[in-house]
């Protein structure tokens, strides 16, 4: 059972451009959600993330949004720049006897051409 | 700092052999984990730690165990290697005060590639 999913293997914008990278979760007891980004032969690194009660959260040219009554999250990337080509993880956490542990989805590859 | 540190990179095994992956941290963080990450798939979690003497297994145990005897160490070890393991593991580490007072950022090594025939 899938409880994080990103269901776009791969996304190809030119540079400039804005990239969206959606992420959806079926499991109503996530209440926090991150975006990792990660290299080839590199481990993943912290990108961006959103508290369940927020719906926007924004850190330079990185835009995180959540819609919780649709289960859906997005990564918007204005402009994309070549270096962001990487693989995207989403990944969620829920609270309680669950906390601290996160589960990841499988990864969306983004191509920035120049 | 060194961050999260992992040895070795890159490891062949054969069938029903056993190996520890061996991670460090030095930040100090409470929390450690080990994932493991299949091609195409994402990240599952192996066995987590929220202190020294304390672990907990995560979504795919089976075939691994873990220790935590320090705050900085968390070693991941195999027994009977079967081709099934073969992966790349990845251990993390984080810093938490409990649920709802720390972050849920976890800080990444750069991963130990495994391949077991």
């Given at each position: ?20 990278l959606?992420?959806?979760?079926t ?15 590199e ?5 961006i ?29 204005v402009?994309?720049q ?9 990944a ?11 589960t ?11 | ?8 990179k ?60 320090t ?41 130990t ?5």
């Amino acid at each position: 059972d899938q409880q994080v999913k990103q269901n776009s293997p791969s996304l190809s914008v030119q540079e400039g451009r804005i990239s969206i990278l959606n992420c959806d979760y079926t499991n109503s007891m996530f209440d926090y959600f991150l975006w990792y980004k990660k290299y080839p032969a590199e481990g993943p690194t912290f990108l961006i993330s959103i508290s369940s009660i927020k719906d926007k959260n924004e850190d330079g040219r990185f835009t995180v949004f959540l819609n919780k009554s649709a289960k859906h999250l997005s990564l918007h990337i204005v402009p994309s720049q070549p270096g962001d080509s990487a693989v995207y993880f989403c990944a969620a956490s829920a609270g309680g006897t669950s906390y601290g542990k996160l589960t990841f989805g499988q990864g969306t590859i983004l191509t920035v051409h120049p | 700092n060194a961050g999260v540190t992992q040895t070795p990179k890159f490891r062949i095994l054969k069938i029903g052999q056993s190996m520890t992956l061996q991670c460090a941290q030095d930040m100090n963080h409470n929390y450690m984990y080990w994932y493991r990450q299949d091609p195409g798939m994402g990240l599952k979690l192996i066995y987590y730690s929220v202190g020294a003497g304390i672990t907990d297994k995560g979504e795919v145990p089976n075939g691994y165990n873990v220790s935590r005897s320090t705050t900085e160490d968390f070693p991941l070890r195999l027994e009977l290697a079967a081709p099934s393991q073969t992966s790349v593991y990845f251990c993390a580490s984080s810093y938490s005060r409990g649920p709802g007072t720390g972050s849920y950022e976890q800080y990444f090594g750069p991963g130990t590639r495994l391949t077991v025939t």
